[in-house]
């Protein structure tokens, strides 16, 4: 039996406005999804435990079958054991965003305008970060450059005292009330102040000012933590597992739990990402010596965050089109049997730009029975089954035949 999770980053929502109170999920055309959904089991599953905020970090942790709240030390943690940064006990990784600020008010009333800065390459960012470590490192602070605006800062020595706020919380928001606070918080916003003028003027945001791009004019910090710890997911469930992904916490979350991560060529985290590839890595990993492989789709977490309804709506089209539909039908016509898990980790809604721990939908298939009489893959429909695991690791286990 091959076993493959595909997680739709953010896939769920509220009634949306401009879809006349329907969900990207409910308006999308998922042919894949719909099928499986006629004789999978459909519900809902709780991902966020209650002691803990609602990111990718805890849910995903859920999704694959951990006690987020016995395991989790932090997001950035994870994202610096995917950069090979080798902490120390002692120290704290920081997740360092290039953001986007306004540009005319005094700092502190400046306006979060973006906070991936346009989705900013690999590249040119890790031209400022290498710029920022070079006139802010020091002995306590190390920059490290990551993927896209995803990067991070190390404080060697560190506490976990400062209160933090993501940058995809406060979208289009004044920033005055979500500076940092305690602890660090006068050391952080006097870095926030330098890292503003020494991106300002770099050649590689003149450029992207030149071409109509949006500036990474000042850093972020956010998803403190210490060095994680982590079981490996084959003790824990007996299966030689995957990580297929183009974010650095998944990479890391793979690292950290003794999985393999699969590197996909063209692989973004955004709409124009290497789908096709995504599928056919998630293929031949299966076909080698991997039980289990789980696909991480990032898109429709990254629409929901902008407010982009069309493109949630082609975010989730695309996964079925070119994720289910490509897995689906090779281990079909091979007669090989398998199950796939298809959910978000979290919603996303489109009305509040940022994550909800409202327990999301899932839709558990297998090739080789019937697993309940069906129902509608939405969220609504999920709701209406009446199926609810109020444990994330118990849907793992019948996932993954372990009960």
Partial sequence: MKYILVL???????????????????????????????????GRVKTVPDSLKPGSDTANLSAIGYDAEKC???????????LGIDMQDSDIAI????????????????VMVDYSAGEITTKESRELMLALQKELGDNMLHFYGGISYRHCLIVANGKLDTILTPPHDISKQVITNYLPQNGYGEKFVELYNKSQKILKNHPVNLKRIAEGK?????????????????????????KKGAVISAVDLLKGIA????????????ATGTLDTNFDGKAQAAIEALEGDRDFVFVHLEAPDECGHQGDVDGKIKSIELIDQKIIASIFNHFKANGEPFKMLVMPD???????????????PFLLYSSEQALSKGGKFTEA???????????????????????
């Fill in 8 to 42: 739709c980053d953010g896939m769920a929502d509220f009634p949306v406005p401009a879809l006349n109170g329907s969900t990207p999920m409910t308006i999308a055309k998922k042919p894949y999804m719909d099928m499986m959904s006629k004789t999978g089991l459909i």
């Fill in 72 to 82: 989790y030390t932090g997001r950035s943690p994870l994202e610096a054991l995917s």
């Fill in 95 to 110: 997740r360092c965003n290039t953001v986007t600020l306004s540009d005319d008010e005094p700092f502190e009333n400046k």
């Fill in 214 to 238: 949006n500036p990474a004019n000042c850093i972020w910090l956010w998803g403190q933590g210490t060095k994680p710890l982590l079981e490996s997911f084959d003790s824990l469930y007996g």
């Fill in 255 to 266: 690292i950290g739990a003794s999985m393999q991560s699969i590197d996909v060529e063209g």
């Fill in 346 to 360: 979290h919603y996303t809604p489109l009305v509040t730009l940022t994550h909800d721990r409202t327990p999301v």
């Fill in 381 to 403: 429909g999920a709701e209406e089954s009446g199926v609810y695991f109020d444990y994330a690791p118990n849907l793992t286990k019948l996932f993954l035949d372990c009960e």
